[in-house]
């Protein structure tokens, strides 16, 4: 596998008739700490639109694409997107999972290639969807850094899915910055990291304020795993309680300084 492959994010492809359907799993997914290229948010103004797209395909280690009845009988750029994935696909050992089929509505995909895939439905249950999905990739995922699967069952906690989730998206992001080759790279990998944290919003689920996330994340990086948040609280800020507030405050403020100029 390509050493700039991104480990865990899906490009996702779907015809502009579905953009509105494609919009709602890209908030779905993303709020679940999945990792989306989405171009109407990875799309910068004034990029070759060619080229970002055909790299987003070759480094994203999932291809989800959106089926329906509108997206099978049209011909144009979605097309386009699926014969670079089929491309990739031929890449992959005969039993990896690459790319994936999504079906929207009860469309009836006649590409071989397609038809011979175990297809996820969005009905008439979209959270069944979303469910299968999330199962699908972390699995995946924990398969590929030879892990144990860290989702066994759909049938858990948010709570318990959104920590199992930010394992496998913390695993890949030490992955990008122990391979980053130079100083820039490694400072676009951390930027990475602290932006899908910003936009997944796991401190509101761990009920953390912002600096002591960015510690939390901190000593996981430098400890290049992941560590129970629950465990981490009662171990780490324990002994900080009887502090006065401004020294708390120099203590988390240069974690935060340490976490930024860190590698």
């Given at each position: 596998?390509?050493?700039?492959?991104?480990?865990?994010?899906?490009?996702?492809?779907?015809?502009?008739?579905?953009?509105?359907?494609?919009?709602?799993?890209y908030?779905?997914?993303?709020?679940?700490?999945?990792r989306?290229?989405?171009?109407?948010?990875?799309?910068l103004?004034?990029?070759d639109?060619e080229f970002?797209i055909?790299?987003?395909?070759?480094?994203?280690?999932?291809f989800?694409?959106?089926?329906?009845?509108?997206?099978?009988?049209?011909?144009?750029?979605?097309?386009?997107?699926?014969a670079?994935?089929?491309?990739?696909?031929?890449?992959?050992?005969?039993?990896s999972i690459?790319?994936?089929?999504?079906?929207?509505?009860e469309?009836?995909?006649?590409?071989?290639?397609?038809?011979?895939?175990?297809?996820?439905?969005?009905?008439?249950?979209?959270?069944?969807?979303?469910?299968?999905?999330?199962?699908?990739?972390?699995?995946?995922?924990?398969?590929?850094?030879?892990?144990?699967?860290?989702i066994?069952?759909?049938?858990?906690?948010?709570?318990s899915?959104?920590?199992?989730?930010?394992?496998?998206?913390?695993?890949?992001?030490?992955?990008?910055?122990?391979?980053?080759?130079?100083?820039?790279?490694?400072?676009?990998?951390?930027?990475?990291?602290?932006?899908?944290?910003?936009k997944?919003?796991?401190?509101?689920?761990?009920?953390?304020s912002?600096?002591?996330?960015?510690?939390?994340?901190?000593?996981?990086v430098?400890?290049?795993?992941?560590?129970?948040?629950?465990?981490?609280?009662?171990?780490?800020?324990?002994?900080?309680?009887?502090l006065?507030?401004?020294?708390?405050?120099?203590?988390?403020?240069f974690?935060?300084?340490?976490?930024?100029?860190?590698?």
């Amino acid at each position: 596998m390509e050493k700039t492959q991104n480990s865990s994010k899906i490009f996702l492809s779907y015809a502009s008739e579905d953009e509105d359907i494609a919009t709602k799993l890209y908030n779905d997914l993303t709020q679940l700490g999945i990792r989306i290229w989405f171009d109407k948010h990875d799309l910068l103004g004034g990029g070759d639109i060619e080229f970002i797209i055909s790299n987003a395909i070759r480094e994203c280690r999932f291809f989800l694409t959106l089926l329906s009845q509108r997206s099978l009988t049209k011909t144009g750029y979605f097309q386009k997107e699926l014969a670079r994935a089929f491309t990739k696909l031929d890449t992959f050992p005969a039993n990896s999972i690459y790319l994936i089929p999504v079906r929207l509505d009860e469309c009836n995909p006649q590409d071989e290639r397609i038809r011979g895939k175990s297809w996820i439905n969005m009905f008439p249950l979209w959270s069944n969807g979303i469910d299968k999905i999330v199962k699908t990739i972390s699995t995946v995922v924990s398969i590929d850094n030879n892990t144990t699967p860290i989702i066994t069952s759909t049938n858990i906690d948010k709570r318990s899915l959104i920590l199992q989730i930010l394992k496998a998206a913390l695993l890949s992001y030490f992955e990008e910055i122990r391979n980053a080759d130079t100083k820039n790279n490694r400072d676009q990998a951390i930027s990475n990291l602290m932006n899908y944290l910003e936009k997944a919003n796991f401190k509101v689920t761990f009920k953390m304020s912002d600096i002591v996330f960015m510690i939390f994340i901190d000593d996981c990086v430098k400890s290049s795993n992941f560590i129970d948040p629950d465990l981490w609280i009662t171990e780490r800020i324990k002994d900080m309680g009887d502090l006065p507030k401004s020294h708390q405050q120099v203590i988390f403020s240069f974690a935060v300084d340490r976490f930024l100029t860190m590698i």
